[in-house]
């Protein structure tokens, strides 16, 4: 079963610094990153920037259409106003198929704000004491969605038909 966690940090390059202790405890095998990106609010910036993490990520990545459209979601859809309501509508229905609910995606609106950034992450096989100690002492907000399998391969199949870009500021 794999995890989608979020990992909100209070300044704009925080999940950028948790990438790299990421990347050391995936080189180490003490978790298994199947996909990932970062979200980098930095203040005065009317919406954050966006990377999918591609070089970390294995053969079973979801892609940027799955992250493409959970940052839509999250940070830009409300800025787009009524007229996509009703494809808005169906997205948030498969977006729930996979785990991923209205009250995920209002918390996260609510805490990722300017000045902060977060690391989402769809992950496995994490050695749950060494990644704690290898974060310990970074300013780290957990909120996190187990995913079961079903979730997860119904992740897959709705955003494996297209891999488009993230939208980026």
């Known amino acids: 079963m794999a995890t989608l966690t979020v990992w909100k940090f209070p300044t704009a390059e925080g999940a950028q610094t948790a990438v790299q202790t990421l990347e050391d405890l995936q080189r180490k095998e003490l978790i298994q990153v199947h996909d990932a990106a970062t979200v980098s609010w930095e ?66 609106r609510a805490e990722i704000q300017p000045g902060t950034s977060a690391l989402f992450l769809l992950s496995t096989g994490a050695v749950v004491d060494k990644v704690k100690d290898a974060f310990d002492g970074q300013d780290i907000v957990l909120v996190e969605s187990n995913l079961s399998t079903e979730q997860e391969d119904k992740l897959r199949e709705v955003f494996a038909e297209e891999d488009a870009p993230l939208p980026t500021a």
């Open 43 to 108: 203040e005065g910036r009317k919406k954050p920037k966006t990377q999918q993490l591609r070089g970390m990520t294995g053969a079973g990545a979801l892609g940027g259409a799955f992250w493409g459209m959970l940052f839509g979601l999250i940070f830009f859809i409300p800025l787009l106003g009524l007229a996509i309501g009703a494809g808005m509508g169906a997205l948030m229905g498969s977006m729930t198929d996979v785990g991923i609910d209205d009250a995920f995606i209002k918390r996260m």
